[in-house]
């Protein structure tokens, strides 16, 4: 292996490691007292998983992963405590026919195994959709609408 590829090779790996280390575990006791106020309001009947931390676009926000009625459901608080989006599983057969379709049709010859539908700011944005094929798990996006996205949510 030439010495170019190597540097590019390390170049990834060192990206590579930054982004999976940017999401970091925290206690409840680590958010900001805006972001538990905020998160009260959301616990009816929800079992709390964990929480997190990480920057989006350079800003900070707070992740809080729950289980409520037996599905799971993320949210994600700015450091004001205002609720900027929310990932909840939904299942396949409940979305609009429309989107259940372009999720099919991006799986391709997967397996759809855990769909959820994306909130940002109170507005319905995406679908996202895990898929395995071939052993492997990848995740898949469409709008609303069944639509390709310009840019994954």
């Known amino acids: 292996m030439n010495t170019n590829k190597v540097a590019l090779c390390a170049a990834f790996l060192s990206i590579s490691a930054l982004c999976l280390a940017a999401e970091k575990t925290i206690q409840r006791s680590d958010l900001p007292p805006a972001v538990e106020k905020s998160l009260q309001q959301q616990l009816k009947d929800a079992t709390i998983k964990g929480f997190a931390t990480d920057k989006e676009g350079g800003q900070v926000v707070y992740e809080a992963q729950l289980i409520v009625d037996g599905h799971t459901k993320d949210l994600q608080f700015d450091t004001s405590g205002n609720l900027t989006e929310v990932e909840e599983e939904v299942a396949l057969d ?59 949510e």
């Open 94 to 152: 409940s979305l609009p026919a429309e989107a259940k379709t372009g999720l099919t049709a991006k799986a391709k010859m997967g397996t759809i195994i855990k769909v959820e539908s994306i909130t940002k700011h109170d507005k319905l944005v995406a679908y996202e959709a895990q898929v395995e094929r071939n052993g492997m798990h990848s995740e898949i996006q469409v709008g609303p609408k069944g639509e390709k996205l310009r840019h994954e």
